[in-house]
């Protein structure tokens, strides 16, 4: 989810905003479990508007560089104050 851990908050801005903190969120998690980005197999990004698509994926290329993982992209009703949301399974170890 687009929360800042620190603060347990949702964090302020648009698509962008949001978009960086949940692959923030994401390669944190990674790290902390003894891995790595490049060890992502699969993504789930879940869109409230499939119109940003663009921006999110500006954002997904520089976190997984060739070949990214597999992904699906699907538009959800979430919360109205989150505009995206991620999931990934990832191999463990480096």
């Known amino acids: 989810m687009p929360v800042d851990p620190e603060t347990g908050q949702l964090v302020p801005g648009g698509i962008e905003a949001q978009t960086e903190q949940v692959m923030q969120n994401i390669k944190a998690i990674m790290e902390d479990a003894g891995s790595s980005m490049a060890r992502v197999v699969k993504m789930m ?15 997904y290329a520089r976190y997984f560089p060739e070949p990214q993982p597999v992904r699906t992209t699907v538009g959800a009703n979430l919360r109205a104050d989150r505009l995206v949301e991620m999931d990934a399974i990832a191999l463990t170890g480096q």
């Open 45 to 59: 990004v879940y869109l409230q508007d499939l119109e940003h698509f663009d921006e999110v994926n500006a954002i």
